[in-house]
C-alpha cells in the first residue's frame, strides 16, 4: 500500500468533530467516492472522533489518501490519543457496551462501515484506531 | 387544542446544539401545547449515533407531554448507513417528505383520540 497524500486534524472541542466530519466529506469527495460510501465513511468518522474527545480527552485524526498494489485508491483515518486507553477491547467493541453516556455503538459501528478496522490500546498510554475505505 | 411544531435542521450540528435543541423543543412542546413535532432532517448529509440518540430522546420527552413526533426526509444515503452502523432508529416515526409527515401527524392523532374515547366508553 502506497501513501499518496495526508493530513491532521486536531479532535480537542465538539466543534472539532464538526471540522473532521468536514474535512473527511471532502477527501471522500476528492477520491471519486459515491454518496452512499461518502456517507458511510463520513459517518464512522464522527463516532470515532466523538470516542477521541470523550474518551480519550482529545487527540489527533490523521487523513490520508492511499494506494493498493492493483492501484485502487482508498481514504483511511488514524485516531490517536494519549488517553486512559481500552482495558477489554473485545468488550468496548461489542453494541450496547459503553462507560460514558452514549450508546455503545461507536466503535462497533465505525467497524461496520468500513472495509479495515484496527486497534491498538494500552491502559494509560492511550489509543489509536484505524479505518479504511476503499473507493 | 394545540398546533404542530415544524423544526427543519439546516446544518451540520455539534453535539452541544444538538442537545441545545432536544431541550429547546421540549420546552417549546409545553409552552405552545404542540400535538405534533415534525422534524425536517432533508438536509442532514450525516445520522451518526449522537444525532440519532437525540432524535430517540425528543420523540420520548414529546411521547410523555402528550404530543407525536414525526422524522421527515432522511436522505437514503443516511437511512442506509444507520441501519448499518446498528441505529435503525426504531420507536421514530418517519415520512418521506414535509407533506406526508403532516398527514401521518394528522392521521395518529385523529387514532388516539378514537383509542382514547373507546377506552372510555368501555
Known amino acids: 500500500m502506497k501513501l ?3 493530513e491532521s486534524v486536531p479532535v480537542r472541542t465538539p466543534e472539532d468533530i464538526v471540522a473532521v466530519r468536514q474535512a473527511v466529506r471532502r477527501k471522500a469527495v476528492k477520491l471519486g467516492f459515491g454518496l452512499v460510501d461518502q456517507t458511510k465513511v463520513v459517518t ?3 463516532e470515532l472522533a466523538r470516542n477521541t474527545l ?3 480527552g482529545g487527540g489527533i485524526v490523521q487523513l490520508e ?3 493498493s498494489e492493483r492501484s485502487k485508491s482508498g481514504l483511511r483515518l488514524i485516531f490517536e ?3 486512559p486507553g481500552i482495558p477489554d477491547i473485545d468488550l468496548a467493541l461489542s453494541d450496547g457496551y459503553t462507560t460514558g453516556a452514549g450508546m455503545g455503538l461507536g466503535l462497533g459501528g465505525a467497524k461496520r462501515l468500513s472495509h479495515e478496522f484496527e486497534i491498538w490500546s494500552k491502559p494509560g498510554e492511550g489509543t489509536r484506531v484505524s479505518i479504511l475505505r476503499w473507493k | 387544542m394545540g398546533g404542530f411544531l415544524l423544526v427543519t435542521i439546516q446544518v451540520d450540528m455539534h453535539d452541544r446544539l444538538a442537545l441545545t435543541l432536544q431541550d429547546d423543543l421540549t420546552s417549546m412542546v409545553v409552552r405552545h401545547r404542540a400535538r405534533g413535532v415534525l422534524i425536517d432532517i432533508s438536509a442532514l448529509e450525516m445520522v451518526d449515533s449522537f444525532i ?3 432524535l430517540g430522546t425528543i420523540a420520548s420527552m414529546a411521547t410523555l407531554l402528550d404530543a407525536i413526533t414525526v422524522v421527515v426526509g432522511m436522505q437514503p444515503s443516511v437511512a442506509i448507513t444507520l441501519v448499518e452502523l446498528g441505529l435503525p432508529l426504531k420507536g421514530i416515526r418517519t415520512a418521506l417528505d414535509v407533506e406526508k409527515g403532516m398527514a401521518a401527524l394528522q392521521t395518529a392523532l385523529a387514532e388516539n383520540e378514537d383509542g382514547g374515547d373507546e377506552a372510555h366508553q368501555q
Open chain 1, 4 to 6: 499518496i497524500s495526508s
Open chain 1, 44 to 46: 464512522a468518522s464522527s
Open chain 1, 54 to 56: 470523550d474518551y480519550g
Open chain 1, 65 to 67: 489518501i492511499v494506494e
Open chain 1, 81 to 83: 490519543d494519549r488517553g
Open chain 2, 52 to 54: 440519532g440518540r437525540m
